[in-house]
């Protein structure tokens, strides 16, 4: 050791895994911010999993109050969160009891032993006299770090002019800064926020002083109490050169909306209502009003999806947000789309169902209700991002599959995508594809009149006519179409017709989308199959199995209707097809029906996406169970 505490040759290790937990108003999401935005200032690669309670107004100390933040940061490139915790920073006993058996045997443990009295203890189930940092069987298997957080908290903040309950919310700042010594990273980022965030925008100075001092303080601890023989270090990630930014799911989709707007040169209005874990969305599309951007906060579901669609009636992009149970209520009107065959984007950010369900927690259930979840045959495109920066090409893939194609699209991302945070790779504006749509001015030569609902030959796209543009008026309305002047029709062949061309019309999409690509071996013993925010997961435990000589490949569906053409000549090349998800086999089962395909289910419906151990157990155990099988 030197005379400051740090350790002359700090540790290089690859990857971490670290976990914020506490109580919702301990700042557990703040901190575990601050110190991703800070590794990825340092030049780590990042996954993250914010952790919400479903409860708004849980008691304080309960566990099902308690909320977490976990990281990985790496010197290569990561895909998920990680799946054992090497780290945790516990707030209080609820926090520590609910996350303590996610902690590595060996793995480091930092407690708020101010927060480990009687009455904490016992409103989180502990029994009476029962203290887990006393308990020999929990200290020997992990190294447990008692610090005094609530007290040297208060302590380095006396001599400032705040209220003991400001005070004490900067305690997480405490725990951040003894992270941000344990793992060698620097304060500046986090300091610069704290005052930009207190001291300019909320105008509490002395707020955002208490907080950097408070860190300031967690990391001196660090530094003069000597807590580790060993701390660590994780060098920068060899990425591609270029500008970098950390971004969630939801603001990616915002920030993808946006852009589309402007590739098009066309307005657009989000309708949304909001709803968890999709109104972030909502409210990064209200900030971007300056990019021409009109936002509505409509007082129900069924208002904003009919908002949106009367956006797009009169020649604007109409996106309307939601999760699981909002799209069941925009169902009918989403059919209404269907038939009027105008451009709609529905965005579903899905959660734990059914019904309320858990609310803040993941889930991939509503990939057949977007398939299907509408009255007669009313077929949409259905999209799905794999990642949060992948939000943002995905949003802008919508618009331009809705307004070419002149149909709804519904986008599946989910909790886990939109509230996680990854390093972006900002793109070069211009080098994104101008998004081409022409509206109709004039009947065209040889038609006596405008023809509504006469076909482009090619995609099968009705032409789309700006309200009150002179000798274009047409009919509109829920009844059925008549072929090409949209007339109210109740001939059956013309409906059977009209069917078709609805359903022909979405499949024709796969002419706009590209191949699916593998990664790993191209054919051969097994292929894994996902769709959405299994991609981190299948990706890496592939990688891990081929690196253990098990020859896979793997995909990912981010077009679940149409799919991509070249899917079924894929499918051929694998003797098994085994498919991941977080639900009871959805994909599985339209793989089955559409390409005869046996394939091998992975269910998980846990409120999380999979864990890459579990994930390569299972796929080992259902290839061992068909070498068995086999004659």
Known sequence: MTKTGQTTNPKVVEAVVIRFCGD????????????????AIFGNDIATFPDFPAEIRAPKGTTFGVSGFQLQFSSHEVFTPGDKVNAMFAMNPAGFKTNIDDVEIGGLVVVNEDEFTKGNLKKCGYTKNYNPLDDEMVTSQRQIMRIPMSRMTREAVADIEISSKDADRCRNMFALGVAYWIYQRPLDATIRHLKSYYGEKKNLPLVAEANGRVLKAGYHFGETAELLAVRYTVP???????K???????????LGFATAAEKSGKGMVYASYPITPASEVLHSMARLKHLGVKTFQAEDEIAAVCAAIGASFAGDIGITGTSGPGLCLKAEAVGLAVIYELPLVVLDVQRAGPATGMPTKSEQADLLQAMFGRSGESPVIVLAPRSPSDCFDIAIEAVRLATRHMCPVIILSDATIGNGAEPWHLPDFDSIPAITIDHPTQIPDGDEKFLAYKRDPKTLAR???IPGTAGLEHRIGGLEKAENTGEISYDPKNHERMIAARAEKVRRAQDSIPDLTIDGEQSGRALLLGWGSTYGAILTATRKLNAAGIGLGCANLRHLNPMPKNLGEVLGRFETIIIPENNTGQLAMLIRSEFLVDAKSICQTQGRSFHVDELTSEVKRLLSIKKEASP
């Open 236 to 242: 920068p990630a060899k990425l591609t050169p270029g």
């Open 463 to 465: 032409p789309w006519a």
């Open 244 to 254: 970098y930014r950390r971004i969630d799911g939801n603001t990616a989709l915002a």
């Open 24 to 39: 919702s108003g301990d700042g557990m999401q703040l901190a575990g911010g601050q110190f991703t935005s800070t590794s």
